[in-house]
């Protein structure tokens, strides 16, 4: 059985209050920061690309199409699917010229490889002092508790330095309560500084792991590989014997 613990209120002063605040502190910090960095270029907003608009425009059309192939007769999505991915004249189709050229001209901007730079310095260097700061000072810290009961699939996430499994999962480390601060911020960040948000770190977490870097004729030849390898399956014959299942449900209710 999970073990009840009674926290005293100096982790709340001495480590709960001060980690909280000093996480905002960075992230405001690290946002005027990254808005001084910025290359004169950037930071005055020019008009966007109408070539690049309609591109990505397809690529969310297209993606759409991927998603809900479920809920169109196969004669549909065969047509729409022919419509995107022709290799003669579909709207995700690329040329390979085309493609080199855009790749090329991506790596020889001098200006987008020092801006993607100067964003993830701005992104690495701080959180990198911030988890030491964390880990040095408050690790093994039981720091709050949830207040509703959760499954043990979630120890491994909220107690995160803390090698007891007989305490309850509600329990959140000091560790844990640092990682829920940098991702669960963003709502706060976003609220302060508006739409023009520089510290959303998923958002850049995911454009250096899978993003195109801002180039959508790669998003294309993605998107049309998506499109390409997906079977589909058309889910109308199956809704009849679906509605049967509920309604016995309801039934037995």
Same mark, same amino acid.
């Given at each position: 059985?999970?073990? +009840?613990?009674?926290?005293?209120?100096?982790?709340?002063?001495?480590?709960?209050?001060?980690?909280?605040?000093?996480?905002?502190?960075?992230?405001?910090?690290?946002?005027?920061?990254?808005?001084?960095?910025?290359?004169?270029?950037?930071?005055?907003?020019?008009?966007?690309? !109408?070539?690049?608009?309609?591109?990505?425009?397809?690529?969310?059309?297209?993606?759409?199409?991927? %998603?809900?192939?479920?809920?169109?007769?196969?004669?549909?999505?065969?047509?729409?699917?022919?419509?995107?991915? $022709?290799?003669?004249?579909?709207?995700?189709?690329?040329? #390979?010229?085309?493609?080199?050229?855009?790749?090329?001209?991506?790596?020889?901007?001098? $200006?987008?490889?020092?801006? %993607?730079?100067?964003?993830?310095?701005?992104?690495?260097?701080?959180?990198?002092?911030?988890?030491?700061?964390? $880990?040095?000072?408050?690790?093994?810290?039981?720091?709050?508790?949830?207040?509703?009961?959760?499954?043990?699939?979630?120890?491994?996430?909220?107690?995160?330095?803390?090698?007891?499994?007989?305490?309850?999962?509600?329990?959140?480390?000091?560790?844990?309560?640092?990682?829920?601060?940098?991702?669960?911020?963003?709502?706060?960040?976003?609220?302060?500084?508006?739409? +023009?948000?520089?510290?959303?770190?998923?958002?850049?977490?995911?454009?250096?792991?899978?993003?195109?870097?801002? $180039?959508?004729?790669?998003?294309?030849?993605?998107?049309?590989?998506?499109?390409?390898?997906?079977?589909?399956?058309?889910?109308? !014959?199956?809704?009849?014997?679906?509605?049967?299942?509920?309604?016995?449900?309801?039934? #037995? #209710?």
């Amino acid at each position: 059985m999970a073990e +009840e613990l009674v926290l005293d209120t100096a982790i709340r002063d001495w480590v709960l209050v001060p980690l909280s605040v000093v996480m905002v502190l960075i992230g405001v910090l690290r946002y005027f920061v990254a808005k001084l960095m910025r290359s004169p270029s950037s930071s005055s907003s020019p008009s966007p690309d !109408p070539k690049v608009v309609k591109e990505g425009q397809v690529v969310i059309r297209a993606r759409n199409l991927r %998603m809900n192939a479920q809920y169109i007769p196969a004669k549909a999505f065969k047509a729409r699917k022919v419509y995107y991915t $022709n290799e003669e004249n579909g709207l995700l189709h690329v040329p #390979k010229e085309e493609a080199q050229k855009a790749q090329a001209a991506m790596f020889s901007d001098p $200006n987008m490889a020092m801006d %993607m730079m100067k964003k993830n310095l701005s992104m690495i260097v701080p959180q990198t002092l911030t988890f030491a700061w964390v $880990n040095f000072f408050f690790s093994g810290f039981v720091a709050a508790k949830i207040p509703f009961p959760l499954t043990p699939r979630f120890r491994g996430m909220l107690q995160n330095g803390i090698d007891l499994s007989t305490v309850d999962v509600s329990y959140v480390s000091s560790r844990s309560w640092y990682f829920l601060n940098l991702f669960g911020l963003r709502g706060l960040f976003s609220l302060i500084f508006g739409e +023009e948000n520089a510290t959303d770190d998923a958002q850049k977490m995911m454009q250096m792991g899978g993003g195109f870097g801002g $180039n959508p004729t790669m998003g294309l030849a993605a998107e049309k590989d998506s499109l390409d390898i997906i079977q589909h399956d058309w889910a109308l !014959p199956k809704m009849e014997h679906h509605a049967e299942e509920v309604l016995r449900k309801l039934l #037995k #209710k």
